[in-house]
């Protein structure tokens, strides 16, 4: 039996199709979400359709209190979590003169908060076992910066700092810590972005996958990456 996995913002999107392949996997799942109930119990239902096993855990990942709860009870099951996904993420796009101070922390909170409350209190159960993968979702807007997003450019660009410090903290118990870094995807978080116009700036001329986001954080929380770490992979039809 293969470690459980707790994928973050599991309900929709890239989120949902990560937890998808590592069911396919054979990873048993931890689906997060915030309050999406609906959507995330479609997702369940196409795991357990898959014949794979998952459970919801509905919190927010701001919220430290509410994080370290949910995490203790998940704790409480014997079977440890070996890889955790760090997808939540949220986009408040505004020129930054006209950027609320409810946008800039709402997205800086959601992705640099919401790292360290779901990530710490998971570290040291993975150094006791000397194996852990941790996979965390940045963007190319962190690597290269996007107009109107100084907020989620930082966000991002913030957790590709932390996580190629945390891999040189663990990468001698054997627990890497890698980002994957997407360009435009084709999800809800984009529904309302002028996509021809996007598709003109991309080499290849389309959107990414959700699924092909998820084939690479599959590889990435395999056996077979295991001296893959501190990386940044880029997944953006050769954008950036």
């Excluded at 119990?41 to 949910?70: K, M, N």
């Excluded at 704790?75 to 020129?95: H, K, S």
């Excluded at 930082?154 to 700092?161: E, V, Y």
């Excluded at 699924?211 to 950036?240: C, H, K, P």
Aim: proline share 5%; glycine share 10%.
């Amino acid at each position: 039996m293969k470690d459980r996995a707790l994928v973050t913002g599991a309900s929709r999107g890239i989120g949902a199709a990560i937890a998808v392949a590592l069911a396919e996997a054979g990873h048993p799942l931890i689906l997060n979400y915030r309050e999406n109930h609906a959507a995330a119990e479609a997702v369940r239902e196409r795991i357990e359709g898959l014949g794979g096993e998952a459970v919801l855990s509905p919190f927010d990942v701001r919220d430290a209190e509410a994080t370290g709860a949910a995490l203790g009870a998940l704790l409480e099951d014997p079977r440890p979590i070996g890889v955790l996904v760090n997808n939540a993420g949220i986009a408040r796009d505004a020129a930054f003169p006209a950027m609320t101070r409810e946008q800039w922390t709402s997205v800086i909170e959601t992705t640099l908060h919401g790292f360290f409350n779901v990530t710490q209190p998971l570290v040291m159960p993975m150094v006791s076992r000397r194996r852990g993968r941790i996979v965390c979702i940045t963007s190319v807007s962190g690597q290269v910066g996007n107009r109107g997003q100084a907020n989620y450019a930082a966000a991002k660009a913030g957790l590709i700092g932390a996580v190629r410090t945390l891999a040189a903290e663990l990468a001698k118990r054997k627990v890497t810590v890698n980002a994957v870094s997407p360009g435009p995807v084709e999800t809800d978080m984009i529904a309302a972005a002028p996509i021809d116009v996007l598709k003109k700036v991309i080499p290849m001329r389309r959107l990414g996958r959700p699924e092909e986001v998820a084939a690479l954080v599959r590889f990435l929380a395999s056996d077979e990456a295991g001296y893959i770490t501190g990386q940044v992979i880029g997944i953006n039809g050769g954008l950036a």
